[in-house]
T-cell receptor, first 112, second 112 residues
Framework: RKEVEQDPGPFNVPEGATVAFNCTYSNSASQSFFWYRQDCRKEPKLLMSVYSSGNEDGRFTAQLNRASQYISLLIRDSKLSDSATYLC?????????????FGAGTQVVVTP | DVKVTQSSRYLVKRTGEKVFLECVQDMDHENMFWYRQDPGLGLRLIYFSYDVKMKEKGDIPEGYSVSREKKERFSLILESASTNQTSMYLCASIVTNTGELFFGEGSRLTVL
């Protein structure tokens, strides 16, 4: 079993619609969680950190469910420019960044 | 604007050749990483450096070595390239108090 798992998609989303997807992680002691966005043939860039209480940044909402060991990302009012692959990143260690675990990514395609 | 710069975007090498991939960051970060990214597998850590001249093996160090002689520069070396090392290589550095990774644009290596 992979340490961090994501549905690869693609999630085909009409412009203006809402899309949500999850990322499950295997280590219950994981400390910090992130969503990165990666455009085609580009490097990943931080979209948002995921906090225990959940957090929102404009049209993006991230949630953490420690009991079920997953994080989620919801995109409201999807734009064509939201088309990308979304990577889930989990840090299972406290005090060290050398063990970051990456999901393989969820592809989102927003269509006109 | 913060920056991680990788020396080569695209390389084509022959089996058995020695390959150097260089990475420079201008953010004075202590921690730097080399990952490879392959479809369906996500990012996998090759090596991690937490200080000058300090390094730790990641998940897939076989066939690779690294060098960190200066804080801003982290080099990845393939002593004898093989076809299974054809991949996208991503260098990153991290803001340790937030966990935000900054990636270079990537080096796409093809080994023939």
């Amino acid at each position: 079993r992979k340490e961090v798992e994501q549905d690869p998609g693609p999630f085909n989303v009409p412009e203006g619609a809402t899309v949500a997807f999850n990322c499950t992680y295997s280590n219950s002691a994981s400390q910090s969680f992130f969503w990165y966005r990666q455009d085609c043939r580009k490097e990943p860039k931080l979209l948002m950190s995921v906090y225990s209480s959940g957090n929102e940044d404009g049209r993006f909402t991230a949630q953490l469910n420690r009991a079920s060991q997953y994080i989620s990302l919801l995109i409201r009012d999807s734009k064509l420019s939201d088309s990308a692959t979304y990577l889930c990143v989990v840090n299972p260690s406290l005090g060290s960044w050398g063990k970051l675990q990456f999901g393989a990514g969820t592809q989102v395609v927003v269509t006109p | 604007d913060v920056k991680v710069t990788q020396s080569s975007r695209y390389l084509v090498k022959r089996t058995g050749e020695k390959v150097f991939l260089e990475c420079v960051q201008d953010m004075d970060h202590e921690n730097m990483f080399w990952y490879r990214q392959d479809p369906g597998l996500g990012l996998r850590l090759i090596y991690f450096s937490y200080d000058v001249k300090m390094k730790e093996k990641g998940d897939i160090p076989e066939g690779y070595s690294v060098s960190r002689e200066k804080k801003e520069r982290f080099s990845l070396i393939l002593e004898s390239a093989s076809t299974n090392q054809t991949s996208m290589y991503l260098c990153a550095s991290i803001v340790t108090n937030t966990g935000e990774l900054f990636f270079g644009e990537g080096s796409r290596l093809t080994v023939l």
